[in-house]
């Protein structure tokens, strides 16, 4: 069977909501790429369109799908592009009437069944997909009804291939700016799927968390440096630090397989320790993401996010002092949030001082806990799934006027921390090559994006 799967288009500009010029930023499909390893073990003829990078439109799209004449389309369904999903579905369906459609990702969670019926597809595939598509692609018939299919979850990560990279372009991959040292070439790796948090913003909380073994993570590795040379490597896992042991069986295998690797990872404040900072410093990591989300405790409770505000003090300081930089995210517009509070998460995040610092709107997606509480906290100010990209005011909570003043907060927060003058010599002090020049300027560019300049 010909299967042809489908990321929908969008730009830069698109996905920050204003213009951030060409800063990099584009990752690979993962997920469908992870898809497309099971199919191609399963012996079907494979491609992958990833619009966005290669900068397709949906006239492209239709154009492959005439020249190609797949038997099976999968489209992702992200909420911020879930129209351009259903335009794709719907003219496919259209003009391919005998082409089995299925429609998968994160936005299918919330209302499948009306997802179903707006983009004309033929399967709405609900949770992990990489089990059950294969059923599907090797049973067309059966499924060429409409219909609602829950994924099969997926216990065992280590039985599933490596994702299927050598379906796109990987030279065009490059990460933003804050998120590369050696090269913006960075590989993204997962190793974990799942938390069993309880984060009322996230469409990942109180989801099933499951691991890979250590040596098939180290196997994935050797096979990324045989055939791509990389240099760098991103952990998506949510919680990298979760199991300790772990961190430190696989810090251990790394240096004894001496593959050289840069690497940064993301996790949760709590999670830390000076021991095992040491390990990851040793085996190479040298940035990692924590989601700080606010500088003051009454919001933190009111997300549920289970930390406090000295335990997010102590794991920066554990990290700078580990020799890592560390890049702290913080969100504007949370249940409870005053402008005077928003005010208070600003100072604390200059405060910390993170190495970079993310600020970003918190939206509440469908699906999660907030959105299902929303008249608790607030109100939307637009519900359009175009919106839902985390750096536009969709949702205003009740202790601020309008989402005119909440956008201000976002640019207040960007300004008064990167145009710190102490901020900027440190950066200008740690420039030792042309690609830290490079790093630095394109991270202005972005700055200058978020603060209207």
């Known amino acids: 069977m010909k299967i042809l799967l489908i990321f929908p288009p969008i730009s830069l500009d698109e996905r920050y909501n204003r213009s951030v010029g060409n800063i990099g930023g584009y990752l690979p499909p993962l997920g469908l790429l992870m898809m497309a390893s099971v199919l191609l073990k399963e012996k079907h003829d494979v491609q992958v369109?990833?619009?966005?990078?290669?900068?397709?439109?949906?006239?492209?799209v239709m154009e492959k799908v005439k020249e190609y004449q797949p038997d099976m389309v999968g489209i992702a369904a992200v909420t911020s592009l879930y129209d351009k999903t259903m335009v794709i579905s719907q003219r496919i369906k259209e003009a391919h009437p005998n082409i089995l459609v299925l429609v998968g990702g994160p936005h299918t969670k919330f209302e499948p069944d009306k997802i179903l019926e707006e983009t004309k597809a033929n399967v709405v595939?609900?949770?992990?997909?990489?089990?059950?598509?294969?059923?599907?692609?090797?049973?067309?018939?059966?499924y060429m009804?409409?219909?609602?299919?829950?994924?099969?979850?997926?216990?065992?990560?280590?039985?599933?291939?490596?994702?299927?990279?050598h379906l796109v372009d990987m030279s065009l991959y490059t990460s933003l700016p804050n998120n590369w040292r050696r090269s913006p070439h960075v590989f993204q790796i997962m190793s974990t799927r799942g938390c069993f948090f309880r984060c009322t913003f996230c469409a990942s909380a109180k989801t099933n968390y499951r691991v890979r073994s250590v040596p098939n993570v180290i196997a994935e590795l050797k096979q990324l440096k045989k055939e791509y040379g990389i240099q760098e490597i991103a952990f998506w896992d949510d919680i990298f630090t979760m199991d300790k042991q772990w961190v430190a069986d696989f810090c251990k295998a790394l240096g004894d397989e001496?593959?050289?690797?840069a690497w940064s990872c993301e996790t949760r404040v709590?999670?830390?320790?000076?021991?095992?900072?040491?390990?990851?410093?040793?085996?190479?990591?040298?940035?990692?993401f924590l989601g700080i989300e606010s500088g003051n405790q009454d919001l933190l409770n009111n997300i549920r996010k289970g930390t406090t505000i000295e335990q997010i003090r102590d794991a920066v300081g554990m990290i700078k002092n580990a020799?890592?930089?560390?890049?702290g995210s913080f969100m504007?517009?949370?249940p409870g949030e005053t402008p005077e509070k928003g005010r208070k998460t600003i100072d604390f995040a200059i405060e910390l001082d993170c190495d970079y610092t993310q600020f970003s709107l918190c939206t509440p997606f469908k699906g999660t806990e907030l959105y299902n509480t929303i008249d608790q906290w607030g109100t939307?100010?637009?519900?359009?799934?175009?919106?839902?990209?985390?750096?536009?005011?969709?949702?205003?909570?009740?202790?601020?006027?309008?989402?005119?003043?909440?956008?201000?907060m976002l640019k207040k927060a960007y300004r008064n921390f990167y145009f710190r003058p102490t901020y900027i010599f440190n950066r200008i002090k740690k420039i030792r090559t042309m690609a830290d020049v490079k790093r630095n300027f394109l991270g202005l560019r972005m700055v200058l994006g978020f603060t209207g300049h």
Request: proline content about 7%.
């Open 270 to 288: 709590h999670l830390l320790s000076p021991e095992i900072l040491k390990a990851m410093k040793e085996a190479g990591c040298w940035n990692i």
């Open 258 to 261: 001496k593959l050289d690797l």
């Open 380 to 408: 939307f100010a637009d519900t359009s799934n175009k919106s839902q990209t985390i750096w536009e005011p969709v949702f205003i909570p009740y202790g601020y006027k309008s989402p005119q003043e909440l956008r201000g």
């Open 49 to 60: 369109m990833d619009c966005p990078v290669n900068q397709y439109s949906i006239t492209d």
């Open 145 to 165: 009804t409409p219909q609602v299919v829950y994924g099969e979850v997926v216990k065992d990560l280590d039985a599933l291939p490596i994702p299927a990279r």
């Open 323 to 327: 020799g890592i930089e560390v890049r």
């Open 125 to 142: 595939l609900v949770g992990d997909a990489d089990i059950t598509i294969k059923h599907i692609a090797n049973d067309k018939e059966k």
């Open 332 to 334: 504007f517009g949370l």
